[in-house]
C-alpha cells in the first residue's frame, strides 16, 4: 500500500496498513482442523486494530448492546455537530485540542437549549474523523433523549 502520496500521520499511516493487512498473508495465519472430519482450513491472523470493521466489528455490536440497556422510555434525537472545514488542519496538528473543544462545544450548546427549556439533558456522542469517502470530516454524531 503506497500511503506516500497522501498526507497522512505515522498513526494515520500504520492504522490504514494494519487494516489493509487484516487477515492476509502478510500478518501469517494457522491452520484449523476439524476435531469431526479432519478437514484443514486456512485462517489468516487479523490485525486487532480498534478501527478495523473486519475483525473488531462484534466490538461495535456489543457496545450497542450495552447502550441499549441505558435507554430510557422516550424517544431520542440523532443530531450532528460538524467541525468547520476550516480548521481540519488544525485537528491533524492537535487533535487532542481539537477533538476535547468540539465535545465541549456540543455539549455547550445543547446545555443551553436544556436551560432555557427548564430541563437537564444528556447526550452520547461518537466522534467520526472521516467522511463516507474517507476524507478528512470531523464530526459527533449525538444521541440526545427527548
Not at 64 to 84: G, M, N, Q
Amino acid at each position: 500500500m503506497n500511503l506516500s502520496a497522501r498526507n497522512f500521520t505515522a498513526h494515520q499511516e500504520k492504522t490504514l496498513r494494519a487494516l489493509s493487512y487484516c487477515r492476509t498473508s502478510a500478518l501469517g495465519g494457522h491452520i484449523d482442523a476439524c476435531d469431526e472430519c479432519g478437514n484443514l482450513s486456512i485462517s489468516y491472523n487479523s490485525c486487532r486494530n480498534r478501527h478495523c470493521p473486519q475483525c473488531q466489528g462484534h466490538k461495535k455490536e456489543e457496545w450497542i448492546r450495552k447502550r441499549e440497556a441505558d435507554l430510557l422510555p422516550c424517544s431520542y434525537y440523532h443530531l450532528v455537530f460538524t467541525l468547520p472545514e476550516e480548521l481540519n488542519g488544525l485537528s491533524i496538528a492537535n487533535p487532542t485540542l481539537v477533538y476535547k473543544t468540539l465535545f465541549e462545544a456540543a455539549w455547550a450548546t445543547l446545555n443551553q437549549f436544556g436551560n432555557t427549556e427548564g430541563i437537564q439533558l444528556g447526550m452520547i456522542a461518537v466522534l467520526h474523523t472521516w467522511g463516507q469517502n474517507l476524507s478528512l470530516h470531523p464530526h459527533l454524531h449525538c444521541i440526545v433523549p427527548g
